[in-house]
């Protein structure tokens, strides 16, 4: 089978939607089918077309602009997306699989009306959430309103949509959208989850190997609630002194958080890592961690929750749209409230408490097992097959 993917994000942009991607396409190769992905130009070295070393795949790299509110991001420009709809569509793809609604919906549409086309987008952000953290000076309902408008009408333009869990179905049928819909979360591939050092990175990084520590993994983004982390960790400090939390991550709320962090008195305490080397320093973070931490309550999945179990790292999250998918019956985690009382008291009783942290630990790998690609990818591959079987997409007048 060929398959064509196109999103307005991938690496080096570090996020949840590049990591699905390389997951769905890594799976894919090697079944044997092959892939090629449209995605933005990032600048110097991202490369105009390449093959992804790592997975094996075709990259075609469209030229793009910076969007000034932001500037991690990259907006695909209209003329090459609308010159690739006569180019790709004769290069005989079997479907197309869209990751994103902005121009790389743009394309899907002009390649399922002009080429016949089955497409198959993903639903992978709750945008009804996150608008209003991009565009403060809007009226915040009404960028919620066009949110629901927006994804009403680009859903209706797709044959089939890819929705990451059951929350989020909840959240499209809520805005009056009852189209054809797998719920289909993104695993990992869980081979790439069982090493990484935490005492080598803890040394590295001059942490005690005695020191309570606290880690996640996270854009930084407001959305993220990575400040009410840091509240939990001032009030967390006051029982555990020695205290460490370790971020992993970059994003535009950065600036803000180090100052609130120092605001909060905890400049020995809070230490920014950045984006780390997937393979692996980043897994040495984890397992620098006696807990993972995580609040966000935007989520459509929540990986990193499913990367953390698959390390063994005891988990202390809040359980909210995806999360809460990801955390039902997981015995390697503490569900609690999204109050910094109750978040608190079981991180502390976590880190109190070395029985606990090797029971949670203990039961991480049967959790992540549920989230493993092989068996998730397979529901993925059967659902482009299907596609493929209804035929060619009803001729259209050709128009983009």
Known sequence: MRLLMLSDVYFPRVNGVST??????????????EVALVAPD??????QEVV?????????????????????????RRRPVDRLV?????????????????????????????????????????FEEYVAHYLPLAPAGLLRWFARYASRRLCAEVDHLIVPSRQMVSVLRRYGIDMPHSVLPTGIELSEFRSGDGAAFRARHGIPADAPVMVTVSRLAVEKNIGFLL?????????????????????????????????????????????????????DAYRAGDAFVFASPTETQGLVLIEAMALGVP?????VMGTATVLEGAGSALVAEANVDDFSAKLATLLADPALRGR????????????????????????????VARGPYPLQVARV
């Open 20 to 33: 699905s991607i390389r997951t769905f396409a890594d799976w894919l190769v090697r079944r044997g089918h």
């Open 42 to 47: 990032y600048g110097p070295g991202s490369g």
């Open 52 to 76: 992804d070393a790592a997975a094996g795949f075709r990259i075609i790299r469209v030229p793009a602009r910076v969007i000034p509110f932001d500037p991690e991001d990259r907006f695909m």
């Open 86 to 126: 006569a180019e790709l569509g004769t290069e005989g793809w079997d479907a197309v699989h869209c990751h994103t609604p902005f121009r790389a919906h743009r394309l899907a549409v002009g390649l399922r009306r002009r080429h016949r086309l089955r497409v198959v987008e993903s639903y992978h952000t709750y």
């Open 231 to 283: 509240e939990v960790a001032r009030r967390v400090r006051e029982r555990f002194p020695d205290l460490r939390f370790l971020i992993a991550g970059e994003g535009p709320d950065g600036p803000r958080l180090r100052r609130r962090a120092s605001e909060l008195g905890l400049d020995g305490c809070v230490h920014f890592f950045g984006n780390l080397e997937r393979r692996t320093s980043l897994l």
């Open 315 to 319: 988990i202390v999250s809040t359980a």
């Open 360 to 387: 949670l630990s203990a039961a991480g790998a049967a959790d992540a097992e549920r989230w493993g690609s092989d068996r998730l990818m397979g529901e993925a591959e059967a659902l482009y097959r299907e596609l």
